[in-house]
């Protein structure tokens, strides 16, 4: 008996035994062109597998035999088969998996680097979208970068199969495909770019799979599991308000929906790293969430990936999320005034995961949700990714990084232009201490004159070096009220080591500040709203990452109050146990 094997259902049959024969599937990803994880820079190899209900014969050949191919292995629970396959970069290679006859054979297959991209619209966004898309999409021809792209229309079973493969319905037509101009233009722009700049950077002309698994207005919860979902208090039951601008909402309605039909057909799929684009949904669009409960979702969710991957080291590494004010100049958008909270989630992930890291982007941002001003932070995922996933300096992909703070008098401060910033200045001061800062400098935000005519600067034609925008500090008999001040910033200091040191200055109506005087600092923060004016960047390009609320040292005087990161980690008392952290941690 023979058996034909279509492109998707993979279908060996198999003989086991004496007259018995057993239904055999192969990986989602098993077409021509396919890209699968080389050894190269400490990859971790390859596997090719499968679900069978019983345990299967099956044979792998590659041609040119350069690969080590091992022996297969079998999970009884959830009838899953595997085969590793250890090969350095190259290509392209036949592979034939075979059993007793029956052949299934993928061509100009290549080992070399497998990401898998994922989160909302943003990651979901094409290449045709961005703001030089024609030059992008003109240089596309790269016959060493494959797409494997899940459609958006893509439909899936309400119910996961207890054992076998993974509930989805991903078309058969859906296969690796080469980048160029008509597959590269409607590919995800940021998973794209990241691609090309790792190739430009590092690895050349190493071949590079870029899988894309996304689905637009997709909140964090749809994307974890039920365990993950559990730690935080949430439950697979509890329905997650639908949007209804993707697919018919029963399909992905309830949490936990799109790991089990975006991300399980992926499964096990050998990767160098996954990347992230997601948030938006989070910030009342629907699925609001605070800064606590996202962060616990969000790497609770990580870690249940790895897990899923048995691998708690694959590196993730995401997008922070850009600038956005809904048009709504110089005002924040009510639906997404937690925009500052949602990125402290993401930095929170970093701080309390190994291998996590992201991008930063708010700079780069847009009136609208979706920024087509994606190069540069494609640029900067590049560099995170060859940090977390290739074991570069962390150095060369970071901004400026916070040291500590700590609280100025007036007869502390040296005499610089940043006194005669406005008649209002109160004279308090606090003095910000930072590290990787060479060649800082202050540099308006894209499409900033949306918001403020004037950007980075207090007033038009006032004192040089001196901005606002970017920097708000709270006086330590207020704080519990939640007042926030805003402060004009000026370098103070900088030094050819890479430290550096900025004065913030709070400047208001003295009106507002009869009950304050000049009084201690207790708190700074920077970048946390809808839409800042004003970035402080290095020689990177990389601006200082949006952080705080920050603790000050009250006083700069003191042998104690030496510049010492005080953890921005704030949980309310109400949060469940697994939102407590410990107070060291590192800034990123």
């Known amino acids: 008996m023979t058996t034909s094997i279509t492109m998707r259902s993979m279908l060996l049959t198999m003989l086991l035994g004496v007259g018995g024969r057993a239904d055999v599937t192969l990986m989602t990803t098993w077409t021509d062109h396919a890209v699968f994880q080389c050894t190269t820079d400490a990859g971790s190899g390859a596997v090719v597998y499968g679900y069978s209900d019983t345990r299967p014969k099956v044979e792998l050949q590659i041609t040119p035999p350069t690969a080590s191919i091992g022996g297969l292995t079998f999970d009884v629970a959830s009838g899953r088969w595997e085969i590793e396959v250890l090969a350095e970069a190259g290509g392209p290679y036949v592979m034939i998996a075979s059993a007793n006859g029956v052949q299934n054979t993928i061509k100009d297959v290549y080992f070399g680097d497998v990401f898998l991209c994922s989160g909302q619209s943003n990651m979901e966004y094409p290449l045709q979208g961005i703001d030089n898309a024609t030059a992008e999409i003109a240089a596309s021809n790269r016959t060493n970068l494959r797409f494997f792209r899940v459609p958006t229309n893509t439909t899936f079973p309400a119910n996961a199969p207890v054992k076998g493969p993974p509930a989805t319905s991903i078309p058969e037509e859906v296969a690796w495909v080469l980048s160029e101009p008509a597959t590269a233009s409607d590919f995800s722009a940021i998973c794209y770019l990241q691609a090309v700049n790792v190739m430009r950077l590092r690895t050349g002309d190493r071949p590079i799979g870029l899988i894309q698994s996304d689905m637009g207005g997709t909140p964090v919860e749809a994307w974890s599991t039920n365990t993950g979902l559990t730690k935080c208090g949430y439950f697979m039951s509890n329905p997650t308000p639908f949007q209804g601008n993707n697919v018919t909402g029963e399909y992905w309605s309830n949490m936990g929906t799109l790991f089990a039909q975006l991300i399980g057909p992926f499964i096990g799929t050998r990767l160098r790293s996954f990347l992230w684009y997601q948030g938006e949904a989070n910030m009342n669009e629907g699925f609001h969430l605070t800064r606590a409960n996202y962060a616990c979702l969000f790497r609770e969710m990580i870690r249940d990936w790895r897990t899923a991957w048995g691998n708690q080291s694959i590196p993730f590494s995401l997008v922070q999320l850009h600038s956005c004010d809904g048009g709504n100049t110089g005002q924040c958008y009510a639906d997404w005034c937690n925009y500052g909270d949602i990125r402290l989630a993401h930095a929170d992930a970093s701080q309390t995961l190994d291998s996590v890291s992201y991008a930063v982007s708010f700079d780069h941002g847009h009136q609208g949700i979706h920024s087509p001003h994606k190069s540069e932070v494609g640029r900067r995922l590049a560099l995170k990714v060859l940090e977390t996933a290739y074991g570069e300096s962390s150095a060369a992909a970071d901004g400026p990084l916070v040291a500590g703070a700590c609280s100025l008098t007036q007869t502390d401060f040296p005499g610089t232009s940043v006194e005669n910033i406005t008649a209002n200045q109160t004279g308090t001061r606090v003095r910000l201490h930072l590290s990787n800062a060479m060649g800082i400098k202050f540099k308006q935000t894209m499409e900033c004159e949306t918001q403020t005519p004037v950007c980075c600067n207090a007033t038009k034609g006032g004192p040089p070096g001196v901005a606002v925008g970017l920097a708000q500090i709270q006086f330590c008999n207020v704080w519990q009220g939640g007042i926030w001040f805003d402060a004009a910033v000026a370098v103070e200091n900088s030094e050819d080591t890479g430290t550096a040191t900025l004065l913030l200055t709070a400047f208001t109506d003295p009106s507002a500040l009869i009950n304050i005087g000049n009084g201690p600092v207790c708190q700074v923060r920077m970048n946390l709203g809808a839409f800042p004016s004003c970035a402080v960047l290095n ?50």
Not at 548 to 577: D, K, N, Q
């Open 539 to 588: 020689d990177n390009g990389i601006p200082l990452a949006p952080f705080g609320p920050l603790a000050v040292s009250p006083s700069c005087s003191s042998p104690e109050s030496g510049p010492v990161y005080r953890s921005p980690l704030m949980f309310p008392p109400t949060s469940p146990p697994a939102l407590h952290f410990q107070d060291s941690r590192k800034l990123h």
